[in-house]
């Protein structure tokens, strides 16, 4: 089965939280070491990752299609790692990533798409976005800032603003990073522990943890209502770190080879050309 | 020696053709095959880099300093391979690739450092400039759109800009990467040759290389100009690809390491949490 058929969210999707330990992409168990599986995924990853270099490559190279690779996932659910292994190959050039932390109070006195509009790619271009126009019907909805009649409009503000994208020439690729609380737990404790990583722990983190279920909420209510055959969501199990880098170039490299992409066309009368 | 002052351009500098073939940081022919080499600088690069990639990280975490590293140089000077060569190993999250092209109608309606100033780092970024508001004192003069007053009154503007920006956190670096006349040769006809680099050739690159003289001049008089101490010019032989980007890899990593750079303290209360 396609990666974007089983892991698309759909209708009917519920999120659960075991699910996030699921290595879908492993057939079965047949007797490895942890640390063996690992180092395959990793591998696989960058065999993933080259041919998605060639096709970002053909991609570049005709500056026709682009590629809006939108991320979103709880706290440490692996957004930044992801997006690394992504880097690892692909040409930066042709590969841009924007984060979205608290707006600023000029992005706050525009519409919420105002500031995520501006980063959308251009011909050739794959763009992730590392949180996105989502977070203005997540955070928003479990701070109780928006009410639900605000949170149903926004749905429809970000469905019109999507299917504008895709009809000029935009692949929308949204991907939910589902980690379960416990492994969000432990990869807390580990930014605590480790003077190395404290820095990246934020007090914040602990506050918005005890809503964790009033995210996950919210999180399936806007997948639920913003999955589209245009603008589709994936949900991709996260706990495993090697794993969910392993699936995310799955997933982007099956979509990049539907677009049947190919370098331009050589022009005979340059083949012939010498350079002096 | 270190590499900051060994090609640190300075205010006598010569452009000389020949250089461009120089790989100083090998001590001279041991015998070995130029593949084993190449495989050689690649590694040592790729050891650099991670290294680089532990201080981008500190940087990040205090959020205090910015680095920009400005690459300019003459079509196929390998500006895009320096950067893959940097992004191979060094969080995307805090390095961000910025090209500049052909001025759009409403750039060029401003200020020429109008579009740059946009997109100079900010706390605890590195950005990489793939071309610069250096262009607007080299093809502009090259091709006559402004006269010698107006670009040395551009020279001040970027000599009061590049100064403003230091004295507000930025450590900046300018690198020329310096190619043969012969070497481009070569590159522009391996675009020609191949069907899948044909995409890359610009029949406009031609036109340009007829006045490699007058860039050469151009640039000479620029780097000359613009070289100060806290934002000096580095000249780096740039006819080997790897040799190239392990100079320029160690070039970047010895000014990241005279920032001693650390990760922010430890909060002594922050390591007893527990994580519920």
Same mark, same amino acid.
């Given at each position: ?13 519920? /999120? ?72 690892? @190959?692909?040409?930066?050039?042709? /590969? ?17 798409? $105002? ?71 432990? @990869?807390?404790?580990?930014? /605590? ?5 404290? $820095? ?11 809503? $964790? ?19 589709? $969501? ?43």
């Amino acid at each position: 089965m396609k990666a974007r058929e089983q892991f698309r969210a759909g209708k009917n999707f519920k /999120l659960r939280d075991e699910s996030a330990d699921d290595r879908p992409l492993r057939n079965g168990d047949n007797g490895e070491s942890k640390s063996a599986i690992k180092q395959e995924e990793r591998e696989l990853t960058l065999q993933l990752t080259d041919r998605i270099a060639v096709l970002q490559e053909m991609l570049y190279a005709r500056r026709q299609r682009k590629v809006l690779l939108v991320l979103q996932g709880m706290d440490t659910s692996g957004k930044d790692g992801t997006i690394t292994a992504l880097f690892n @190959r692909i040409n930066p050039m042709g /590969l841009r990533a924007v984060g979205f932390k608290v707006p600023s109070p000029a992005e706050l006195a525009h519409d919420f798409l $105002w500031r995520i509009h501006y980063h959308v790619p251009v011909g050739g271009e794959i763009v992730i976005f590392n949180r996105s126009h989502y977070e203005d019907v997540l955070i928003t909805v479990v701070q109780g800032l928006i009410d639900d009649k605000e949170c149903k409009r926004r749905y429809q503000h970000i469905l019109d603003f999507e299917r504008m994208l895709v009809e000029t020439g935009t692949i929308i690729v949204k991907v939910f990073l589902h980690i379960s609380k416990e492994e969000q737990r432990e @990869r807390l404790q580990a930014r /605590l522990d480790d003077p190395e990583k404290q $820095w990246k722990f934020d007090a914040n983190d602990l506050v918005q943890r005890k809503k $964790w279920n009033d995210y996950q909420q919210a999180y399936q209510r806007a997948i639920v209502a913003t999955d589209t055959d245009h603008a589709p $969501w994936y949900v991709i199990p996260a706990n495993s770190k090697t794993h969910r880098n392993l699936l995310v170039s799955t997933l982007l490299l099956e979509i990049m080879e539907d677009l049947a992409l190919s370098y331009p066309d050589p022009d005979p009368g340059l083949s012939k050309l010498k350079v002096e």
